[in-house]
């Protein structure tokens, strides 16, 4: 079972391995990261069984269930957040540090502004998390991520975060699998296994 984004896997994968372990004894989980693309690519080329991606795309090659939908949040250094929301159009206008392009958050940015007929200024393309808040921690530009991925610096003062509005930029959370493969033993029941722990936690 593979996941997107280091705090996806932070916050659900021990808690994931815990329930499997009780529940499922029989089953052997290996838990694995990498961007939601990058996923989608593996699980085409048969290298993972299941995956827990953003925004996985309608292909009758790959099933896919809903788990719930994400929130995505302006992440800047402490001292430059002066209201509770920001306008999306003001985020696009600032220095922006986004990963690569194909990367669900990136895609989500630029779609968005090119509906609203604006080139996003994205100044650095970095495909680490830590280094993107390390950047913005410095002051070097601000960040669009997911909250749960900066919740610990937001709270410990090293990072502020702010709601987007207008429009809001929202993500979509799905298991997905190959429909190339036949189901494995127990594969309904991991599934479920997957999907009340992420209730518990989110």
Do not use: W
Request: glycine residues 6%; proline residues 6%.
């Amino acid at each position: 079972c593979s996941s997107d984004l280091p705090a996806l896997m932070l916050q659900v994968g021990p808690e994931l391995a815990l329930q499997v372990r009780d529940r499922l004894p029989q089953v052997v989980l290996s838990l694995v990261e990498d961007m939601s693309h990058v996923l989608v690519e593996a699980l085409g080329r048969g290298d993972i069984d299941l995956a827990l991606a953003f925004d996985v795309p309608a292909h009758a090659d790959l099933a896919r269930t809903a788990l719930f939908e994400d929130d995505l949040v302006l992440v800047t250094p402490p001292d430059a957040a002066r209201s509770a929301s920001v306008p999306f159009e003001d985020v696009i206008e600032s220095p922006l540090v986004l990963p690569e392009a194909g990367d669900t958050v990136r895609d989500l940015v630029v779609r968005t502004a090119q509906g609203l007929g604006i080139t996003p200024r994205i100044d650095f393309e970095v495909r680490s998390i830590a280094a993107i808040k390390r950047m913005i921690g410095r002051g070097v530009a601000n960040g669009v991520l997911p909250f749960a991925s900066v919740v610990e610096e937001v709270r410990s003062g090293v990072l502020a975060a702010r709601p987007i509005v207008s429009p809001a930029l929202t993500r979509t959370l799905y298991v997905a699998a190959s429909t190339r493969r036949a189901s494995f033993r127990n594969e309904l029941a991991l599934v479920g296994t997957i999907r009340s722990t992420l209730a518990s936690l989110v």
